[in-house]
């Protein structure tokens, strides 16, 4: 008999569990984004907590910037110790928190089934109050996204899910950080779509999103429903400014390469010290130190520097001396193997470079835009470009400063970019760690051919096959040459497959609709190729009859082969006419060949 097995594809297995799940996912992403909201709050505070008593001695938890604390002897020291003590924890405790946090969340997603080991959850944090805490020279964003991404991990691990539902609830976790720190719960799902999920359907945006909305809403509970860094512009366009913008733009990008080499250069400079780890991390910390006594500004998040930058007028040396001075701080504390984020570096890179050449903008005309303009559209640019994220870096600048009405300059900067990044860097300060581990990293969110074709597009129709009625000595020199080949009756139905080995051992005068294996697969002309390929890979299969859905007749042969052509679709798509044409032929001429 003929085995109809479209029932798999049609839903009642595997194929309908995202649809039956997507409800109970979407709850839990509003438990760990809960959570994440939380634990961004706990990270911020105890950053704080241990600002305020290396630095102004007191016991608080409130925002004081270290710069503004009177100067002591010991602030020299004070990241030099912060560093010890990261070193310490990576070299005994976990070897996780060095570094960002970013690469390593991508790493478990692409590499490790999104298990996160549950010591990432407390260490990372750890390690980055420490570190932040003591003045150095980062972010709690990145290391609130690779605590939120394990605490997603491990409740998918502590329930029954799969490696997708794993990875869903981790970027739930990441996106409710990202959102709990500065308040933005559409930059949080996308910078998690972009950075972790790798692919935008409704069966991960929605629980992400859900995820980034509660973190946000906690968030606000705390501190309330004011953008993180207030701007308050009143841009007009002014066509004068275009080709500044332009060249904003690209100097952005030139910024987001120097950054991310100057990175991996005081990485391999610290690989090759032949000393103690711990003390690694303590000298980048001492050279923040030093860097501190001319530029205070380095030391910490830089939060209120920031949106000092964006608000605030300030003489442009004094604006391109911080910028420089961060980059030096940034580069060479996460290169010694640190614990912080790269968003906030980024964010004070681009925002004091950008006022600094909006300065200069004013020289030329003086009706220009606003110099924060140019701070807010550089950091966005700046943004975009070392993490090849441009959706979530414009969002995520029109939401942390509320500068809704800007939203064209910084468009046109980031996308501009965005274009002249991938001539300079074929990979983004986070994927080049990955890529250098041999880790393959999605570039680009694609097509998938499979599921845009039929089998009827990619079956071969000229099939050889034989009738029930005939012998064996009549066709088998014939159809000696395939695998197995299909078995027809008067109309022109499959009824059985004919294999060689059975054509090998079978009498001269047996006939083939005796000899037919009656119970074999078949699949539809009108089902999709995607579908039809798991069957394959699932059941073995190499070899199938196509068979007419209406009218039950034979309609060709699928190989896995034919499988394969499905992903020459892309290739297709991007041949000039000319060249489409000579491949059709090329293939028209081989295809039976390559079949047999």
């Not at 949106?307 to 980059?327: D, E, N």
């Not at 034989?466 to 009824?495: K, T, W």
């Amino acid at each position: 008999m003929t085995v109809d097995m479209s029932q798999t594809a049609n839903g009642t297995g595997k194929a309908s569990r995202p649809q039956e799940r997507l409800l109970g996912i979407s709850a839990l992403g509003i438990v760990v984004g809960a959570l994440g909201g939380f634990v961004a709050e706990a990270l911020l505070r105890a950053i704080n907590f241990l600002t305020d008593l290396f630095f102004f001695g007191r016991w608080s938890s409130a925002y004081l910037p270290p710069n503004t604390a009177p100067h002591h002897w010991w602030f020299l020291f004070l990241p030099a110790a912060g560093g010890l003590g990261v070193g310490l924890l990576v070299q005994y405790f976990s070897p996780e928190v060095k570094g960002d946090g970013i690469p390593e969340a991508m790493a478990v997603v692409l590499t490790k089934g999104s298990i996160v080991k549950p010591r990432v959850g407390f260490f990372k944090p750890l390690s980055a109050a420490i570190t932040v805490g003591t003045g150095g020279p980062f972010g709690a964003e990145g290391p609130i996204i690779q605590t939120g991404a394990a605490l997603g991990s491990i409740i998918g691990q502590l329930i029954p899910s799969s490696p997708s539902e794993r990875r869903i609830l981790l970027a739930c976790g990441a996106a409710a950080g990202l959102a709990g720190v500065f308040k933005t719960p559409f930059a949080g799902v996308m910078m998690a779509i972009e950075l972790l999920v790798f692919e935008f359907r409704a069966r991960s945006f929605i629980p992400i999103a859900l995820a980034s909305a509660t973190g946000t809403m906690v968030a606000m509970a705390f501190r309330g429903g004011q953008p993180v860094f207030p701007l308050q512009t009143d841009y007009h366009f002014h066509a004068g400014e275009l080709p500044f913008f332009v060249l904003l733009g690209i100097g952005c990008a030139f910024l987001a390469w120097v950054m991310t080499r100057a990175l991996y250069l005081c990485e391999e400079f610290f690989d090759d010290l032949k000393i103690w780890f711990p003390l690694v991390p303590a000298l980048g910390g001492l050279f923040v130190g030093i860097l501190a006594l001319f530029y205070p500004e380095v030391l910490g998040t830089g939060y209120a520097v920031i949106a000092k930058v964006l608000a605030t007028p300030q003489p442009l040396h004094r604006l391109a001396g911080i910028g420089f001075a961060k980059l030096a701080a940034f580069a060479v504390a996460l290169g010694s193997g640190a614990s912080g984020g790269t968003f906030a570096p980024a964010l004070m890179i681009g925002g004091s470079l950008g006022a600094a050449y909006g300065s200069l903008v004013h020289l030329i005309i003086p009706n220009s835009s606003a110099i924060g303009i140019y701070g807010m559209v550089a950091t966005a640019a700046l943004f975009g470009s070392i993490y090849r994220a441009t959706p979530s870096a414009i969002l995520f600048m029109l939401e942390v400063t509320g500068a809704y009405n800007a939203f064209l300059p910084v468009f046109l900067v980031a996308v501009v970019a965005d274009l002249a990044v991938h001539y300079m860097m074929r990979t983004t300060i986070n994927t080049e760690r990955l890529v250098r581990r041999g880790t393959l990293v999605p570039d680009a969110y694609t097509v998938d051919p499979m599921k845009l074709l039929r089998v009827r597009d990619v079956m071969n129709p000229d099939v050889d096959t034989v009738r029930a009625h005939q012998r064996v000595s009549e066709f088998l020199p014939e159809v000696l040459n395939h695998g197995s080949v299909p078995v027809i009756d008067e109309n022109g139905q499959a009824i059985g497959l004919l294999h060689r080995r059975d054509l090998l051992a079978a009498k001269p005068d047996e006939k083939a609709g005796d000899l037919a294996h009656r119970d074999f697969p078949i699949v539809y002309s009108d089902e999709i190729v995607h579908d039809v390929a798991l069957r394959f890979v699932q059941e073995e299969i190499g070899r199938c009859p196509v068979v007419n859905r209406e009218s039950g007749e034979l309609a060709g042969i699928l190989t896995a082969f034919d499988l394969l052509k499905a992903k020459d679709w892309e290739h297709i798509q991007e041949l000039s006419e000319p060249a489409r044409l000579m491949w059709g032929r090329r293939h028209a001429e081989t295809d039976r060949a390559k079949l047999v």
